[in-house]
């Protein structure tokens, strides 16, 4: 207590001593009672900063929350956005007979069909050099095929173009039996049978027959006319008799040449078909997509697969951004 | 830094390894002691808040009260560091100390006379504190500047003279200079309550 303390001792009266112990005791009251307000205000200042650090806290768990439900919900949104029969279409069981009318019922109310669809087959070779797509070839999860690609080294024999083709195929191999929109009448019963057991020889040399009988058929039709003709007027030329098999006939025929890896032979049927049912096109498309790799036309197979990826409407355009993927 | 160390309120007590640590710190009043043993204490103070049926406000007066016992306890050398930690020493101070509300409660419709037996020396020596602090507090307003702030800064909020000066704080520029004054202005004080106790008759 300095100076004042040894003033005290030596000169203080004993009131002054007094009022000095209560002037010192009074301070040191003082003293703690300001330390114990500047801890308290400490203390305060500590849980303020606490606070703002749980509310700031709080909001970054909230909006990230946010972000993380956004993300879900809309990648969600997005899946769910694909209509059924698309998500179905390219990977889906064959379906029994009995379910084919209702796959014409959904198939058909599409009066518009996308650009791609409706584009004339022989339009195909003209379509630009084949480039890879523009847009992004994302990893889209798809399921794989449920039928494997032809044996190509079998048919073909062995040799690493063969097996890496029939590699890529296997891969690629979304065919199902029967097409889209197919109505198959009785004329083709026993084909059908064949074709539903996966036995596409067979298949093939009935539908041949068929095809046989309905030529003959035709061609008397004709000679009977011809006759009638010349019957009438010796010098009328006759009416030349021409192979006019039905678009069914040619696409049963084209499928079972796909299935038996004969790409070329497949192309041959599909090109013939003179007015394809609309509902049958996408998938149509695709096949021909398939028939261009078996028939090794590789640029010409990209130049449909990429049609097809860049329409967002088509059901296979998953299946043709994963055939780019894996060719380029 | 740990998410769960960032979102709590820092421990004050971490810096205190063992009890004499932390009895030195309170011993120079050092801030992060004092918070130490309150934060430790508040679960007491809150139990007995509700133990005596006190008001909840009344937490914070219970230790604070209790605290400036304990600390001038420390100051005067009347509790001594015996290996037990501090905290449990203001526990027990706050259960006086609650006790005493309890009583300046009832006193408001009970005779005064019933309760002298109950008095705590403690707690009358921190109520003659308090007494002579308000009067001082009064002197130093009646003396006015500089006394007021010389004698502030050294005797109530502790700064060294040194920091004082280097801060210009007063109009005194030497240390020495400082501390004459402050003499004075002591001596003055002195008198001042000197006075006033011969014209209270105390």
């Not at chain 1, 006759?227 to 192979?243: H, R």
């Not at chain 2, 240390?175 to 000197?194: E, G, H, V, W, Y």
Request: proline fraction near 6%.
């Amino acid at each position: 207590m300095e100076d004042y303390e040894q003033y005290l001792s030596n000169n203080a009266e004993d009131d002054e001593r007094r009022a000095a112990a209560q002037v010192m005791e009074g301070l040191a009251g003082l003293r703690l009672e300001a330390k114990l307000r500047e801890v308290a205000a400490e203390q305060a200042v500590q849980h303020r900063r606490t606070l703002w650090r749980r509310l700031l806290f709080t909001l970054a768990a909230l909006a990230f929350l946010a972000a993380v439900a956004y993300w879900f919900f809309s990648k969600n949104e997005a899946t769910s956005s694909v209509p059924p029969i698309e998500k179905q279409a390219p990977s889906a069981p064959a379906p029994s007979k009995e379910q084919a009318p209702e796959h014409d019922k959904l198939e058909k109310p599409r009066e518009k069909p996308p650009i791609a669809q409706i584009k004339p087959k022989e339009e195909v070779p003209e379509l630009p050099v084949p480039i890879f797509p523009t847009f992004a070839v994302q990893d889209e999860v798809i399921p794989e095929p449920l039928h494997a690609a032809p044996d190509l080294v079998a048919a073909r024999g062995q040799g690493e173009a063969n097996a890496a083709l029939k590699a890529l195929l296997d891969q690629l191999w979304y065919v199902d039996y029967p097409p889209f929109g197919l109505k198959i009448d009785a004329t083709y019963r026993s084909a059908d049978q064949l074709l539903q057991q996966r036995n596409f020889s067979a298949a093939y040399l009935d539908l041949e027959q068929i095809e046989q009988i309905q030529a003959d058929s035709l061609s008397r039709r004709i000679a009977r006319e011809n006759q009638k003709l010349l019957e009438k007027d010796p010098t009328a030329s006759p009416v030349a008799a021409s192979p006019m098999a039905n678009d069914t006939l040619l696409y049963l025929k084209a499928y079972c040449l796909l299935e038996m890896g004969e790409g070329q032979e497949a192309l041959f049927y599909f090109s013939r078909m003179r007015f394809p049912d609309p509902a049958w096109i996408p998938q149509l498309t695709w096949y021909r997509g398939l028939a261009l790799l078996l028939a090794d036309k590789r640029s010409e197979a990209i130049a449909l697969f990429n049609v097809i990826a860049a329409n967002a409407g088509h059901p296979y355009r998953r299946q043709a951004r994963k055939a780019l993927k894996l060719l380029q | 830094m740990r998410i769960t160390e960032w979102l709590t309120p820092s421990n004050p007590c971490r810096q205190f390894e063992n009890n004499e640590r932390l009895f030195q710190a309170l011993k120079s009043l050092n801030n992060s002691a004092i918070r130490c043993v309150q934060n430790k204490a508040m679960p007491s103070a809150k139990k007995l808040v509700e133990q005596y049926k006190l008001a909840p406000e009344s937490v914070d007066e219970l230790l604070n009260q209790s605290s400036l016992i304990f600390l001038r306890k420390i100051e005067d050398g009347s509790y001594q560091f015996q290996g037990h930690a501090p905290s449990s020493y203001l526990v027990e101070i706050m259960k006086r100390v609650a006790l005493s509300m309890t009583r300046k409660r009832q006193t408001s419709y009970e005779s005064i006379e019933g309760h002298h037996d109950l008095h705590d020396p403690d707690i009358e020596a921190s109520n003659r504190q308090r007494e002579s602090a308000e009067l001082v507090r009064q002197f130093l307003g009646q003396m006015g500047e500089p006394c007021t702030s010389v004698i502030r800064l050294h005797h109530i909020e502790g700064y060294p003279d040194e920091e004082v000066v280097r801060q210009g704080w007063t109009r005194y520029t030497t240390t020495d200079s400082l501390k004459i004054k402050r003499s004075d202005c002591m001596k003055k004080l002195i008198q001042i309550a000197r006075q006033w106790k011969i014209t209270n008759n105390t």
